[in-house]
């Protein structure tokens, strides 16, 4: 087995996780809270899943680069959609990019405010973010067939 192949294992299981646990929140949890306006059902899935799930995503970007590289995509040639491996990182990256600014309006702005009359705004982030996790790991499975 291939170092290559090692690192696409501790992607893959990262993103099962990261994936994984904001499917669970969005289909099982955020239905519950919204339906009894209670944000503490949020609040505590995310203290379980917090240090998982970020763990996680750390092992995402590192394995994430690491293939990249791997793939002859460089920090000089991201963002070039030159070919299909490039769209497909670049693409990633600008998706990441989007997570960390929902993670950062959440975390700042709407998680010390949650309330009963707000909890709709927690579920806008809640609900891009795994859109955006289930887009990022569509566009990995095309990097097989040498991306988009």
């Not at 306006?37 to 899935?45: G, R």
């Not at 929902?102 to 405010?113: E, G, K, M, S």
Request: aromatic share 12%.
């Amino acid at each position: 087995m291939s170092l290559h192949h090692v690192i696409l294992i501790f992607h893959l299981l990262a993103a099962a996780i990261w994936v994984g646990g904001h499917l669970l929140l969005s289909v099982c949890y955020l239905p519950a809270a919204l339906k009894k306006k209670d944000p503490h059902i949020i609040l505590d899935f995310e203290k379980k899943f917090e240090t998982l799930g970020m763990s996680s995503l750390v092992v995402l970007i590192i394995t994430g680069i690491w293939m990249a590289y791997d793939f002859g995509v460089t920090f000089e040639t991201w963002f070039s959609f030159s070919g299909g491996f490039e769209k497909v990182i670049s693409i990633k990256l600008i998706l990441l990019f989007l997570t960390f600014f929902c993670a950062v309006c959440a975390q700042f702005y709407i998680i010390p405010n949650l309330n009963e009359t707000n909890i709709k705004k927690i579920a806008v982030i809640i609900l891009s973010v795994t859109a955006i996790g289930i887009t990022m790991l569509i566009l990995g499975s095309t990097l097989r067939y040498g991306g988009i």
